[in-house]
């Protein structure tokens, strides 16, 4: 069996949504360099092929884990938070827009 990954499992939901919404996350951010992004979001574009039959399930073990979160800041996440009884994401935009530029030049090379 396959080990999961709860790393994978998120960022595979962010790509997903950056796809669909990234454009205009950017765009109507402009000026922000932090957002809180909501996690309902995310959930609707996560793959149970994760490994995670629950996105929340990933989210959770990321909470648990450090060196996850760790990975995770190399992307621009900061950290999960609730605000007003909603889960939510807190993202560096230009970390996650470098991250996402160095990945698109790797793809090109």
């Known amino acids: 069996m396959e080990e999961r990954d709860p790393v994978q499992a998120f960022l595979a939901a962010l790509r997903e949504y950056l796809r669909d919404r990234g454009h205009m996350l950017f765009s109507m951010s402009s ?45 621009g996440i900061i950290r999960f938070d609730v605000f007003e009884g909603e889960p939510y994401v807190i993202i560096d935009l230009q970390r996650l827009r470098q991250k996402l530029d160095e990945l698109l030049s790797d793809r090109e090379a």
């Open 31 to 75: 000026g922000q360099s932090i957002v809180r992004l909501s996690l309902r979001g995310l959930w609707r574009r996560h793959d149970t092929s994760t490994g995670y039959l629950r996105f929340m399930d990933a989210v959770r073990e990321l909470k648990r884990d450090p060196e996850a979160m760790a990975r995770l800041r190399e992307f």
